[in-house]
Nanobody, 124 residues
Framework: QVQLVESGGGLVQAGGSLRLSCAAS????????MAWYRQAPGNKREWVSC????????YYADSVKGRFTISSDNAKNTVFLQINSLTPEDTAVYYC?????????????????WGQGTQVTVSS
């Protein structure tokens, strides 16, 4: 089993920044692709970003491209999401996810493990 714990959310003014963290523990030797999703009130959970385990490439939803950056510290088994230039539309619960796979996907069904989420609230 793999456990994922997100942190770093909070209340921030529009234009501000946050750095979200996702710490993995347990049988982490088998997980490779990591992803971030978010779910705003009344909306479905949507994909935000992910990494490719084959070459480390990173991918972003159009709505966050240029403002969000996914990165990882393999020594600490932690994945980060740096989020800049926040707008109220970024208000959501942010989730990290991991998969037992050699490939990545934008589909939620691809991912085997999920964190409990961290709330990001952006005030105007």
């Amino acid at each position: 089993q793999v456990q994922l714990v997100e942190s770093g959310g909070g209340l921030v003014q529009a234009g501000g920044s946050l750095r979200l963290s996702c710490a993995a523990s347990g049988s982490i030797f088998s997980i490779r692709p990591m992803a971030w999703y978010r779910q705003a009130p009344g909306n479905k959970r949507e994909w935000v970003s992910c990494t490719s385990p084959s070459d480390g490439s990173t991918y972003y939803a159009d709505s966050v491209k240029g403002r969000f950056t996914i990165s990882s510290d393999n020594a600490k088994n932690t994945v980060f999401l740096q989020i800049n230039s926040l707008t109220p539309e970024d208000t959501a619960v942010y989730y990290c996810a991991a998969a037992n796979s050699d490939s990545y996907s934008l589909s939620q069904k691809w991912y085997d493990y999920w964190g409990q989420g961290t709330q990001v609230t952006v005030s105007s």
